[in-house]
């Protein structure tokens, strides 16, 4: 039974760029939501999609979007990349249905901006 | 807004020792509570949880209980291995397992 997936691993760009953070849920998990933890911190919540729509949203600007699609996957979005945005970015994955179990964590995917 | 608070490390024991890391917590309503543990150069790792006052979640030897009167929920070992040493995040969420608010984390150095 495969766990949360993130894809890729690592990646760097430089300011100005635009990126795109993809992510698989665990297997019977329908919502996903995405964390930003940069270096020596908590992770902060960014987002989460259920049904294919943004449910709930952090506090972070516009140039950071988001996609579900049919299958659950996700797709993380973030434009006019910022050197502040350089962080290890995490897909967690849970089930709207299931009551009262926990988020399921991905390995995140380590963007550096340059 | 609703938020965690960790004590600072990195918290350094000898293996063996007994293990305490505060966590109080500031919550509107009636959180359930959890801590996760990241190893170098991976995600999160669920250790446990409790979501109501007064349970107590454990395991692998990890024990913390859910005090409302002190909004705490302190996680504690009795001996720790080598293979503890990782980042311990505190967390809560306030509407069932969803978004989830977590603390600065704590780092654990356990030394043989």
């Known amino acids: 039974d495969a766990g949360v997936t993130q894809s890729p691993t690592h990646l760097i760009k430089t300011r100005g760029q635009q990126v795109t953070l993809r992510c698989s849920p665990k297997s019977g998990h329908d919502t996903v939501s995405w964390y930003q933890q940069a270096l020596g911190q908590g992770p902060q919540f960014i987002f989460q999609y259920y049904e294919e729509e943004e449910r709930q949203r952090g506090n972070f600007p516009d140039r950071f979007s988001g996609h579900q699609f049919p299958n659950y996957s996700s797709e993380l979005n973030v434009n006019a990349l910022l050197l502040g945005d350089s962080a290890l970015y995490l897909c967690?994955?849970?089930?709207?249905?299931?009551?009262?179990?926990?988020?399921?964590f991905g390995d995140g995917t380590r963007l550096s901006i340059l | 807004g609703d938020s965690v608070t960790q004590m600072e490390g990195p918290v350094t024991l000898s293996e063996e020792a007994f293990l305490t890391i505060n966590c109080t917590y500031t919550?509107?309503?009636?959180?359930?509570l959890f801590w996760y543990v990241q190893y170098p150069g991976e995600g999160l790792q669920l250790l446990l949880k409790a979501t109501k006052a007064d349970d107590k979640g454990s395991n692998k030897g990890f024990e913390a209980t859910y005090r409302k009167e002190t909004t705490s929920f302190h996680l504690e070992k009795g001996s720790v291995q080598v293979s503890d040493s990782a980042v311990y995040f505190c967390?809560?969420?306030?509407?069932?397992?969803?978004?989830?608010?977590f603390g600065t984390g704590t780092r654990l150095l356990v030394s043989p």
């Open positions: 919550a509107t309503g009636y959180p359930s």
């Open positions: 967690a994955s849970s089930s709207m249905i299931v009551s009262n179990q926990p988020q399921h």
């Open positions: 967390a809560l969420s306030e509407e069932g397992f969803q978004k989830l608010v």
